[in-house]
């Protein structure tokens, strides 16, 4: 399909979409709702090491709670995570 059929065919639907989207009480709650979370959202930083006080490659740190939502320790056991302040990790 070349690329102006494609514009015309899809063009309007997603216009009729997100104006109705604009006026929906639901749809300004949802923006706000992002932009919240967006500014709650604190980076943390931190170093997985072993009990030698090594540091641990390839550990894994999740957010207790929210499926697929983790990160992975770099070659010096290092991590960076967005998350909200009280989450609870768990670290494996």
């Known amino acids: 399909m070349n690329s102006k059929k494609l514009l015309k065919t899809t063009a309007l639907p997603t216009v009729v979409a997100c104006s109705a989207l ?6 300004v709650q949802t923006a706000n709702a992002a932009v919240q979370i967006a500014q709650q959202a604190n980076s943390i930083k931190g170093t ?9 490659i390839g550990a894994t740190i999740k957010v207790v709670g929210a499926k697929g939502t983790g990160t ?8 960076v995570l967005n998350v909200k ?3 609870k ?3 494996s």
Do not use: K, R, W
């Open 72 to 79: 992975v320790t770099d070659l010096d056991g290092n991590f």
């Open 48 to 56: 997985v090491v072993d009990d030698m006080g090594e540091p641990v």
């Open 22 to 27: 604009a006026f929906s009480p639901y749809g």
């Open 85 to 87: 302040p009280g989450t």
């Open 89 to 91: 990790l768990q670290i």
